[in-house]
């Protein structure tokens, strides 16, 4: 199995995600550099959360617009997995490989704590490892992660089943609209969600809920 | 020789800069002839009190400062102890405490700006960070605004560099109503064959600036923040730096790559008085002169004079002494991260502190001079008067249950969620205890079963009613916290937070209170390692609570014997180690005292420091043979308090017998110390009641049972877990949201 971790000056939690595909994989992922065009041919691309460029102009919107974007771009619609988790989630809407935006989070507050997700759909490749309806833990760790999108769009996506992840339980922390979480793209090979998987996936961690979405997307068992 | 000077020299421009005429003519009798304008603001930045420690030096020369596991003390930008396995920990403690007065979010976001700098200056990747935060009276008109600001900062820098706050404290009181303590701690792991200093070595070589660009911000900011405040102080404003955390981050990852490649001869951040501080600090530790060019320093703003820039405290910069031949090499590192690279100097063998400005020599100071020979005193000072007895009949019995929901729900014994879930705590992923129990810990990364505790503590209150005994105890609790978890207290941090110096009162405060931080330092073998003194807390003539805050490190070799607050399984055995019979005495200064009756009265608990070690190591021998399945410290608001929170951080309910012997307010709220609580199972609990009964030299008593969904205090009415956590949840976002 081979992953790649795309790295922008700014992003944090890439060490996680490096962490989290080694610890699951049994092998470090590649990491590819914003200016770098070459993406090798991978099982899954990986964009970790941060704050890259400082979240400063708008989140995600500098990252987007950096060469190695072009080529997760070109990997995507060749139909390769990507995954954007908290800031790299921000950076796919930017890109415009997702659709909706996130704004500041209802509080106005930055939040980090454990949330319940539901998985509202099982038969992607991001989510097979789970069945559908199940509620898993889950931590998130964001100042702007209030998922929007206008109606059409958020018709068409809870219509073809892109919502993959919702906020269970009355935990949604940050008022994204019909709690979503998570969501992919119409082929559901491009997935982007707030919550941090890699930070849930070893006993150290207090639980392994997140394994299962990097398994599924990877092919593996859990 | 003569420097040309376009600024007359006034006694009120020697008094604008904070010094004493006394001050001034020490410098005129070290260089021989007037100052330049220039010279003169460097002689104030590294002579004000915050630079210099005139006021406190010879007092913390008396503090223990050496252990067989301490690598580098105090002197260095932050403290270095060996933890084993070829690693250390890297860390200090201080305070930002005018600035965020000032502007509450850059203040307290440069505040952890920069002690993460002074962790990785010295080649540690920052793992962990904690803030000590005092405000003033939650019923004080700018105290919300103060609380909403600090916090948001805090986050907003620590959140978007990428270190997780694992601890730290929030207290209210009146004293800092016109003076906040916001006191930051970091943490980081460092290799012990890989730790980077501040001494130059070697003439000739390249001075470099790295990071940031230099702007207005901050000019003076040492300075204002060794005086005291009045009413105008809002016109302080500019002397407060802005942040910019994701500079902060590429500087971290580009001065850690800059590292590795072997290219860093000498480093030191620019922190107080920035490129002034940063230089002389080179020179002088290294026997080198050094000179300046400042035309080649990278600016922000246009028409910058000499004395702006060497004052300037813009954030996120470097200065480094780098090996020539690899100046290409440590240039394209920098330009990878988007950062400034500019030789700006030179090392010289002339001992002169050399600036250079648009052709014209603006400063040429003696370098060693500058730092040796500032002023020292030994101010005078009172010991404070010993505190009354408590009167008899202080705390007429009330009813138990209210009581605790009444100490559980106030401003100051109440859940700090609200506050902590704004700081990312679980970044890097090795956070494996969170704020919310004795202490945070993480795991040593690479390393398959250490972790390292922290803890930051101190008592105002009972500092304030006896300095000596308030000293001991800041140091023991925090000894006691990580003890609590099962951690080998290692080392501490000390963030001395006190008024005026100058007033013998205050400064007698300061003294007995290091007296009593060096003897328990002494007898817990809890060296201080690093540190900072922060005086002249006080507005319009009225000085806080004497606050020492001190920020502990303690090793655990088996994270997997790490013990939580929380307890662990139904129908266990509590069990409270090493109280006096009847469990509690001492009601002087206690929490009840204060919030149920509205008294602060009577000195504070005596530590007893010998008895400190001797529960503490069996206690942490206990959690680590896996014996106590959950343990914690008493400590604000006593044995009633600590058992609440167990139950709380569990969901179990418990059962407590009814406290015989003293007042049922003594035994469950008073504040002796060295008590902890613990959980075992039933069958163990036998065996430790018959070893350690009340004759043995470390008490157990047995005193409750866990399970159910209540908790039940003697003949007191029983109280849900869940309206304990309701009340003790609530107050937080009320007082802020509501």
């Known amino acids: ?222 | 020789m003569t420097i040309p000077n376009a600024i007359p020299i006034t006694d009120e421009l020697i008094a604008a800069h904070g010094l004493k005429p006394d001050e001034y003519q020490r410098i005129l009798d070290l260089i021989g002839r007037e100052p330049s304008f220039t010279e003169l603001g460097i002689f104030s930045a590294m002579w004000n009190e915050h630079c210099s420690y005139k006021s406190s030096k010879k007092w913390l020369r008396t503090l223990p400062t050496k252990g067989e596991r301490v690598i580098h003390g105090p002197g260095e930008n932050a403290g270095v102890v060996d933890i084993g396995d070829g690693d250390c920990v890297v860390f200090k403690m201080e305070s930002h405490n005018h600035p965020s007065y000032i502007e509450p979010y850059q203040g307290a976001a440069t505040g952890v700006g920069g002690i993460l700098r002074d962790v990785f200056t010295m080649g540690a990747r920052p793992v962990a960070a904690m803030n000590a935060l005092r405000f003033g009276a939650p019923d004080h008109p700018k105290t919300k605004h103060l609380v909403a600001g600090v916090v948001s900062g805090v986050g907003g820098y620590g959140n978007a560099f990428g270190v997780p706050t694992v601890g730290g404290e929030v207290e209210f009181d009146a004293s800092y109503n016109g003076n906040i303590l916001v006191n930051a701690f970091a943490a980081g792991i460092a290799k012990t064959d890989s730790i980077f200093l501040s001494k130059a070595e070697g003439v000739g070589l390249p001075v470099v600036y790295l990071g940031a660009k230099t702007g207005r911000d901050g000019v003076g900011g040492a300075t204002m923040a060794s005086a005291e405040f009045d009413d105008q102080i809002d016109e302080k404003r500019p002397t407060v730096q802005v942040g910019d955390p994701f500079t902060e981050k590429c500087l971290l990852e580009a001065c850690l790559e800059l590292m590795a490649s072997g290219a860093v001869i000498a480093i030191q951040d620019m922190g107080a008085a920035g490129l002034t501080c940063s230089a002389v600090e080179m020179g002088a530790k290294g026997d080198l002169g050094i000179e300046l060019d400042l035309d080649k320093v990278p600016v922000r703003e246009e028409r910058m004079s000499a004395y702006e820039m060497m004052l300037s405290e813009s954030q996120e910069r470097m200065l480094m002494v780098l090996k020539p031949e690899m100046e290409k090499a440590a240039e394209a590192i920098f330009r990878k991260w988007g950062l400034d690279f500019a030789i700006v100097g030179k090392t010289t063998d002339d001992l002169r502190f050399r600036i250079l400005h648009k052709g014209d020599e603006v400063a040429n100071l003696p370098i060693k001079e500058l730092g040796d020979e500032a002023p020292e005193y030994d101010r005078p000072w009172i010991s404070p008067a010993a505190p009354d007895a408590l009167p008899e009949g202080s705390a007429a019995e009330t009813d138990i249950a209210d009581a605790l929901l009444k100490l559980l729900g106030s401003a100051n014994h109440s859940s700090r969620r609200w506050v902590w879930e704004q700081y990312d705590t679980l970044i890097q992923g090795n956070s494996i205890q969170i704020p919310g129990g004795d202490a945070g810990v993480v795991r040593v990364e690479g390393h398959p079963t250490k972790a390292l505790a922290f803890s930051s503590d101190v008592t105002p209150r009972y500092c304030e009613a006896d300095p000596f005994e308030g000293g001991k105890q800041a140091v023991a609790e925090c000894w006691r916290n990580l003890t609590a978890t099962g951690a080998l207290p290692l080392a501490a941090t000390d963030n001395l937070n006190f008024g005026n110096p100058e007033r013998p009162e205050i400064m007698g405060q300061f003294v007995r209170a290091i007296e009593g931080i060096g003897e328990a330092c002494r007898a817990l073998d809890f060296p201080i390692v690093s540190g900072n003194v922060s005086l002249y807390n006080e507005t319009n003539g009225k000085g806080i609570l004497p606050t020492p805050t001190i920020g502990g490190v303690g090793l655990i070799t088996d994270r997997s014997r790490m013990a939580r607050v929380a307890f662990a399984a139904e129908d266990e055995a509590i069990l409270l180690v090493g109280a006096p019979a009847g469990w509690g005495t001492h009601l002087g200064q206690s929490a009840y005292l204060r919030d149920i009756h509205g008294r602060s009265e009577g000195p504070p608990p005596p530590v007893d420091l010998a008895r400190e070690r001797r529960v503490g190591d069996l206690v942490r021998k206990l959690i680590e043979d896996g014996i106590a399945t959950a343990c914690h410290d008493l400590s604000d608001g006593g044995l009633a308090v600590a058992v609440a929170e167990m139950a709380m951080a569990s969901g179990i309910g418990a059962t407590i017998s009814e406290p015989g012997g003293n007042s049922a307010a003594a035994s469950l709220f008073g504040e002796d110390q060295a008590r902890y609580l613990l959980t075992v199972p039933k069958a163990q609990s036998d065996r430790l009641l018959t070893e350690h009964g009340q004759a043995s030299d470390v008490t157990f008593q047995h005193i409750g049972t866990t399970g159910g969904r209540e908790l039940k205090l003697g003949n007191a009415r029983a109280i849900p877990v869940e309206e304990l956590r309701r009340v003790h949840e609530s107050w937080f976002p009320t007082y802020m949201d509501g």
Not at chain 1, 3 to 14: K, S, W
Not at chain 1, 53 to 80: F, H, N, S, T, W
Not at chain 1, 148 to 166: N, P, Q, S
């Open chain 1, 1 to 222: 199995m081979r992953t790649a971790v795309v790295l922008l000056p700014g992003l944090n939690r890439d060490r996680d995600m490096i962490a989290a595909l080694t610890e699951i994989t049994g092998k470090k992922p590649h990491t590819v550099w914003q200016t770098e065009t070459d993406i090798p041919d991978v099982d899954l691309i990986v964009i970790p959360g941060g704050f890259s460029y400082g979240d400063y102009l708008r989140c995600g919107a500098i990252g987007a617009r950096m060469p190695v974007m072009q080529a997760v771009a070109e990997k995507a619609r060749q139909g390769a997995m990507v995954m954007g988790v908290c800031n790299g989630f921000q950076i796919l809407l930017e890109a415009g490989l997702l659709p909706g935006a996130l704004m500041r989070n209802a509080t106005l507050k930055f939040v980090c704590r454990e949330v319940k997700l539901e998985i509202t759909n099982a038969n992607t490749a991001f989510t097979r490892g789970y069945d559908a309806g199940q509620i898993i833990r889950c931590p998130v760790a964001h100042h702007d992660g209030n998922y929007f999108a206008d109606d059409e769009t958020l018709k068409r996506l809870e219509g073809e089943g892109r919502v993959v992840f919702r906020y269970a339980e009355g935990s949604n922390p940050n008022g994204s609209v019909n709690d979503i979480a998570g969501i992919v793209s119409p082929e559901g090979n491009v997935l982007g969600m707030m919550p941090h998987p890699e930070n849930l996936i070893e006993a150290a961690h207090g639980g392994t809920d997140g394994r299962a979405l990097f398994a599924g997307a990877l092919g593996l068992a859990a």
